[in-house]
């Protein structure tokens, strides 16, 4: 039984990425794998839906991190809905809030996309 | 509807002052009652359960409505001693977010005009600075702008002595809520930083593949940190190399060496920004992948590379703190993959002796079981094995009408695919002996192995032929030893006709050489595990010192003479030990 699962639907040109679990050190490379392959399929418009999401270690939003300069240099933004309690701490305490658009559901970063707001938090 | 009952009490005082106005009494007193009622709703408002944010606005509104002043801010002492803006309305724009104080701040009440602060009066378009004090200490400071058409005079400074007073206890409260929650801020990132090293460090030991232990290491640190490039330098055999790249690539991972990479690891301790590095091919590489700060990879006192941390997007600067998680992280990195490298070679070391053990077992079952029996005639064999398989081989090959054929070979090269060309040696020379004479069949198996093995693939070999009624031993060297044919009274000479080594040249020729065995006389073929033994310092056995042992020997058996020799050849090497397989075939007439 694995500790993380990455489930991905499109709506339009938007990419939505829904972790279910636990990303840390051991499973990160699942949710890695999901976000590579979302930008060699060229999309860059991205939310990573995390209500399923229990937890997040640094390796994931390393992941993050070292993916968004190629998306933001394409045009595109990775942004964050639907994140529990404890994930939007580390999110705080990291100061991720201030380097990302974080929404409280999925329809509204989706909606984001589509008024076509800037990347900038 | 809300009856007045219901309404907040400084509502029901407002109304009551309303009354009082509309009755006729005396400015002075409704002024006074409408300062208290300001009072007291400062009062409250400080005292409820807004955050403190929403709590410094409301009193400043308070305060500005009732001085009706249009300009005001509320700047509070931080833990660096600094006042930073909290709270403000209608500044100039390009107002500073931390007053520009020189020297201590006030503890009274200080106007413009009185020359003092003149920078924070400038800053902020203000006429007048109220501190607010708590045991003391300035802790917060109120300024106000001009007021409409009037001054601060007495009545008014009293009013914000007054405001001063009630707003100190809860503005010192804010600052200790704030203090703990920054705090408590710091611990969560402490908390934080222990669970990914914990988390990360359980992965690690279970990790055996060096690729996924840069990923993890770098996506750790990239999370933690918030960068969202990375790179890890690492040492190699050689050097330092840019060993894995995260984020915006350079692409030049892998790609080279960098002397300048290996000068730095020599003396890099600890965490150390790119702008402090000495000018240099390194720091302009750093720079132009926007890299701003190095953190060593330690094993113990050893630094086996580094991570290079790309540019805070957030504009941030790297503080100790995030130097020692990085140091922490790099220690665990390295002494991961350091086990991986180990692990690696031992798993290679185990495949190359798995490797030498089938050799040796190929090697092993080529030799002849079984000694031909020669009635008149003494053979002897032996072959010592050194620490790597070699490529030595003898063989007793049987012939029609009591003919033997004997063979010494030494194939080129080692292991595995030395011992599978000396079974097609051995295969083939079997195939075909007693069928040509020992040239042509010398030319089919040279053809053959031409053929069938790779250009730098020989084997050196010699092959004869004895029919023991008529003594004659008939031959064919292809660029082996020449084996050392012994006379009766001890003198040597070589038997050396044939051709050149097999397997190199398409169209080699060879020739037979014939010699007659006389009874006491003997043929030697050794291979140059004999000859070539070494002392540690590199002197040869050599032929001489071979001719020697056999002329010496001449009156013992051939089993005696054979070990004599290979003991010879050991005791000379010494403490050099054995370089190559060392084989002994001897031939001797009664």
């Known amino acids: 039984m694995s500790d993380l699962t990455v489930d991905t639907r499109d709506v339009e040109d938007i990419r939505l990425l829904y972790p279910r679990g636990f990303i840390n050190a051991h499973t990160v490379r699942v949710f890695e794998h999901e976000l590579q392959r979302t930008l060699q399929e060229g999309r860059f418009k991205v939310v990573v839906d995390c209500s399923g999401l229990a937890y997040i270690a640094s390796a994931g939003l390393g992941a993050i991190m070292g993916s968004i300069e190629e998306i933001r240099g394409n045009g595109g933004d990775l942004r964050l809905a639907g994140l529990n309690e404890t994930v939007r701490n580390i999110f705080e305490i990291l100061g991720f809030n201030h380097l990302y658009r974080i929404f409280p559901s999925e329809a509204e970063a989706i909606l984001s996309f589509r008024q076509g707001g800037g990347s900038t938090a | ?590």
């Not at chain 2, 934080?192 to 996506?219: C, G, H, P, Y």
């Not at chain 2, 300048?260 to 302009?284: C, H, I, Y």
């Not at chain 2, 002494?335 to 040796?360: F, N, P, T």
């Not at chain 2, 250009?455 to 004659?472: C, H, I, M, Q």
């Open chain 2, 1 to 590: 509807m809300t009856s007045v009952g219901d309404l907040p009490v400084v509502f029901q005082y407002q109304r009551a002052l309303d009354e009082f106005r509309r009755e006729g009494h005396e400015p002075p007193l409704l002024k006074r009652m409408s300062e208290l009622i300001s009072l007291l709703d400062l009062t409250t408002t400080l005292n409820s359960a807004l955050s403190s944010e929403e709590i410094l606005d409301a009193a400043l509104l308070i305060v500005l409505g009732e001085l009706q002043a249009s300009r005001g801010c509320l700047l509070v002492r931080e833990e660096d001693g600094r006042f930073g803006m909290r709270a403000a309305r209608g500044l100039p724009g390009q107002a500073p977010a931390h007053a520009p104080l020189s020297g201590d701040a006030p503890s009274e009440i200080v106007l413009r005009e009185s020359g003092l602060h003149p920078e924070a009066f400038a800053a902020y378009g203000l006429e007048l600075l109220c501190p607010v004090e708590k045991r003391g200490r300035t802790i917060a400071l109120l300024g106000l702008g001009p007021r409409e058409g009037r001054s601060y005079a007495d009545d008014a400074r009293a009013f914000l002595r007054s405001v001063a007073a009630c707003a100190s206890t809860p503005i010192e409260n804010g600052l200790i809520h704030r203090e703990l929650r920054q705090l408590n801020q710091r611990l969560s990132v402490k908390v934080f930083q222990l669970n990914n090293l914990f988390d990360i460090s359980r992965e690690l030991t279970a990790s055996f593949d060096e690729e996924s232990i840069k990923n993890l290491v770098t996506s750790t640190l990239m999370g933690h940190l918030m960068v969202s490039r990375c790179a890890l330098y690492l040492t190699e055999a050689d050097g330092v190399s840019l060993a894995h790249e995260r984020g915006a690539r350079s692409g030049e991972a892998s790609a080279l060496l960098d002397p300048a990479a290996t000068a730095l690891v020599e003396t890099l301790r600890m965490p150390l920004t790119v702008a402090e590095l000495p000018a240099g091919s390194l720091k302009d590489r750093l720079l132009r992948t926007r890299m701003a700060f190095l953190v060593p990879l330690r094993i113990g006192e050893r630094t086996e590379g580094f991570f290079a941390v790309g540019e805070r997007p957030s504009g941030a600067s790297f503080n100790e703190e995030d130097g020692d998680f990085a140091m922490t992280l790099g220690r665990q990195a390295a002494a991961a993959i350091e086990a991986v490298r180990l692990h690696r070679m031992r798993v290679e070391k185990q495949r190359q002796d798995r490797e030498m053990q089938i050799a040796r077992e190929i090697q092993q079952s080529l030799f002849p079981s079984v000694r031909p029996s020669l009635p008149g005639y003494e053979l002897s064999a032996l072959s010592h094995p050194c620490y790597q398989v070699g490529g030595d081989h003898y063989d007793f090959i049987p012939l029609p009408d009591g003919r033997v054929a004997l063979t010494i070979a030494d194939v080129s090269g080692k292991g595995a695919p030395a011992s599978i060309l000396m079974a097609s040696v051995h295969a083939s020379l079997r195939a075909l002996a007693g069928t040509l004479t020992p040239a042509a069949l010398m030319s089919r198996v040279n053809l053959f192995l031409y053929e069938s093995t790779q250009a730098n693939k020989y084997v050196t070999l010699f092959y004869g032929e004895l029919d023991p009624a008529s003594r004659r031993f008939s031959y064919v060297n292809a660029g082996h030893i020449p084996p050392y044919h012994v006379a009766a009274d001890g003198s040597v000479s070589r038997l050396g006709e044939g051709g050149p080594v097999l397997g190199l040249l398409e169209d080699a020729t060879f020739d037979t050489g014939s010699i007659v065995l006389a009874p006491g006389e003997s043929v030697t073929m050794v291979t140059d595990g004999v000859t070539e033994a070494a002392t540690p310092d590199g002197d040869e056995f050599g032929d001489e010192r071979v001719e020697a042992v056999l002329h010496a020997c001449a009156e013992r058996t051939a089993d005696d003479a054979l070990h004599s020799l290979a003991d010879a050849a050991t005791a000379w090497a010494g403490a050099a030990g054995c370089s190559d397989d060392l084989t002994i075939l001897m031939l001797k007439a009664h």
